[in-house]
């Protein structure tokens, strides 16, 4: 199982961007879903979150502004980032806890993109 994540990239401050995070491979289905995100010298953060339900939870600084969904015929998670602020810049990570063909439940990680906001 892979996760891939895309989007990343420099956006002005107020500006916004949209992430799309895909898992491949032998998946049998996916319950939750999440976009985390990482600067230098801190832990990574949770930013939102979604479970196979529809829940949904988002980070205090994101709520408002940031809107996670998730397309599960496609296996795919996305985050549309919106009036994005300079301390938004970060490696946007994506995760997701996949139970495979064999009916084993793993957690995987995208490689991270890079999210740069200019004031």
Known sequence: VQLQAFGGGLVQAGGSRR???????SIFTINDMGWYRQTPGNQRELVAGSTSAGSTNYAESVKGRFTI???????TVYLQMNSLKPEDTAVYYC???VIDSRFRRSDYWGQGTQVTVSS
């Open 19 to 25: 992430l799309p995070c895909a898992a491949s491979g």
């Open 69 to 75: 969904s998730r397309d599960n015929a496609k296996n």
């Open 95 to 97: 995760n997701a806890a």
